[in-house]
C-alpha cells in the first residue's frame, strides 16, 4: 500500500533547548524512507486516518526572541537550506507553518499567544505545545483572550487545533518519547492527530498518553536523563579513581546505558539485569550493598517525586 505523503511547514515558537533538539531530529530523519513514519492507520476508537498518511516537512522555521540567539542557531543550522531563523517576528513566522510547535518557559506562552495578529495568524492551523504545565484550555484562553468567553470548546477547536505533547531532550538523537495528550472526552481530527503522530515518529516513539499523567511522563523523559546523568558521574569518577582514563570510563559507562535499555526494552526487569550480573557473595553484590546502605533507590523516588510535583505546577503563579 502507498503512503500519502503532505508536504507540511513548520515553525518552532521559541527555540530553547527543547525545540532545538526536536529541530535537530528532524533535520537528522529527513533523509529515512517517508513510511518509516507512518502512524497507526487504526485503532477501536478509529482516531486515526483510515489510510496510510506521512508528514514531510519542507520548511522549518525558528522564531527566537533575541538577535544573538537568531545568529547562534542561523549558525548552528547553516547546513540545511530548509531552516529559517527569524528573531522577534512570531507572528510572520506562524504565517509561514502549518503545524506550529510552542517551546516557550512556561512563564511567557500567554503575551505570546496573545501577541497581535496572533489570533489570525493560528486560524486553521495546529498547535503543539510541549509547554511543561500547561493545559490545552489554558493555551486557548491565552489565544482568545480579547474574544467573548461565551465561545466553546468547539468553535475554538474549529479556529485552530491545540495537540499537547510532552518528550524529552533526546529527541536531538531521534531517542525520546513522544507522549500525546489525551484528555476525557476530547476527540483530535484524524487528520490532526495522524499529522502530529507522524511528525514526532521522527525523533522516536510515539504514545497517546492520559492527561493527568503528563507530569509523570515529563520527569521520566527529561529529567530521567538528568538523574540518570549523576549516577554515571559517580561510576566514571569511581574508575577514574582506579586509573581508567577519563574518555574510556565515558564511553563504557555509555555502553552500559546502551545495555541497560536494550534489556529493559526487552521486558527485562531491572532488578532482573541486576540478577544476571551479581551473585550473592561476590564483588557486584559488594557494591549493591552500598547502594542500598545509601538509599539510592529512595533518592530516586523522592526526586521523581519532586520534579512530577514542581512540573504539574509550572504555570501555577504562586509556585
Known amino acids: 500500500m502507498s503512503v500519502h505523503i503532505i508536504p507540511t511547514k513548520i515553525t518552532f515558537l521559541g527555540c530553547g533547548k527543547l525545540n532545538t533538539a526536536i529541530l535537530s531530529g528532524i533535520l537528522s530523519s529527513l533523509p529515512d524512507p517517508p513510511s518509516t513514519f507512518q502512524a497507526p492507520t487504526y485503532t477501536p476508537n ?48 506562524v504565517q509561514r507553518g502549518d503545524i506550529i510547535i510552542l517551546g516557550v518557559e512556561p512563564s511567557v506562552y500567554r503575551p505570546v499567544l496573545a ?40 468553535e475554538r ?46 525523533v522516536g516513539e510515539v504514545k497517546m498518553w492520559p492527561e493527568q499523567l503528563q507530569a509523570a511522563g515529563a520527569t521520566m523523559l527529561a529529567g530521567g536523563l538528568a538523574f540518570l546523568s549523576v549516577a554515571v558521574e559517580g561510576m566514571v569518577e569511581g574508575a577514574v579513581g582506579e586509573g581508567v582514563e577519563r574518555e574510556e570510563a565515558l564511553q563504557m559507562a555509555a555502553s552500559c546505558l546502551a545495555g541497560l535499555s536494550k534489556l529493559v526494552a526487552g521486558e527485562e526487569s531491572p532488578g532482573g539485569v541486576r540478577g544476571k550480573v551479581a551473585t550473592p557473595g561476590g564483588s557486584t553484590a559488594a557494591g549493591l550493598e552500598v547502594l542500598e546502605e545509601g538509599r539510592v533507590k529512595e533518592l530516586y523516588r523522592e526526586a521523581l517525586r519532586v520534579t512530577t510535583f514542581r512540573t504539574s505546577r509550572l504555570d501555577d503563579p504562586k509556585e
Open 157 to 202: 477547536e474549529k479556529h485552530c487545533h491545540i495537540v499537547r505533547v510532552t518528550l524529552g531532550p533526546s529527541a536531538a538523537v531521534r531517542a525520546s518519547v513522544s507522549l500525546i495528550s489525551e484528555e476525557a472526552g476530547r476527540r483530535y481530527p484524524p487528520a490532526v492527530l495522524t499529522s502530529v503522530y507522524s511528525l514526532f515518529m521522527r
Open 46 to 93: 478509529e482516531k486515526f486516518l483510515p489510510n496510510p498518511t506521512v508528514i514531510t516537512p519542507t520548511s522549518l522555521t525558528a522564531c527566537v526572541h533575541h538577535q544573538s540567539t537568531s545568529t547562534s542557531l542561523t549558525q548552528t543550522f547553516s547546513h540545511s537550506p530548509l531552516v529559517t531563523v527569524l528573531a522577534n517576528e512570531n507572528v510572520p513566522g
Open 115 to 154: 501577541e497581535p495578529g496572533m489570533l489570525d495568524a493560528l486560524k486553521g492551523k495546529t498547535l503543539v505545545s510541549i509547554v511543561g504545565g500547561v493545559s490545552v484550555s489554558k493555551l486557548y484562553d491565552a489565544i482568545f483572550h480579547s474574544s467573548p468567553t461565551s465561545l466553546t470548546t468547539s
